[in-house]
């Protein structure tokens, strides 16, 4: 699907008999949209369509568990940030118990990113690296959520 960024790529697939989404990933460029292969793959996009014009949108949507039990921890502690706020890897490892390192590892495997928004979190210096890049297309897509969000630091 086309996003104000670029465009996102959505995944899905039957779990335990129930359809879920499984991977939301973003695209710094898109040649060419489809059109969503299925009810939930359809009601994603509106969803997201809906994040781009109300940033405060809550999404509802189903999601396979996936990820280790500490990025479970990490993501979960992500989802608690609130629009237009932001942490630091730093505060963020404090938070979970662990590394900023390990904290930025987790992010980069986020597979839910806008759902789980790991953009809102930040180096101490600066705006940081996103989805395991220090800089490039995906750290653009980072700096244009935190502006829809209006994001600041405290």
Not at 41 to 49: C, F, H, L, M, S
Request: aromatic letters at 10%.
């Amino acid at each position: 699907m086309r996003a104000p960024f670029g465009g996102l790529r959505i995944r899905t697939e039957i779990v335990d008999a129930s359809l879920m989404i499984t991977q939301i990933q973003y695209l710094s460029h898109l040649d060419k949209t489809s059109r969503p292969l299925n009810e939930l793959a359809k009601d994603a996009k509106e969803q997201i369509e809906t994040y781009f014009d109300d940033p405060y949108f809550l999404f509802d949507l189903p999601m396979k568990t996936q990820g280790s039990t500490f990025q479970q921890r990490v993501w979960s502690s992500i989802e608690s940030i609130p629009v237009g706020k932001t942490m630091t890897y730093g505060e963020l490892a404090n938070q979970v118990k662990s590394s900023p390192r390990a904290v930025g590892g987790a992010c980069a495997a986020n597979y839910y990113p806008l759902i789980i928004p790991c953009h809102r979190v930040l180096s101490k210096a600066g705006v940081g690296g996103f989805m395991g890049e220090a800089n490039g297309p995906y750290l653009r897509i980072k700096q244009w959520l935190l502006r829809h969000e209006n994001a600041i630091r405290d």
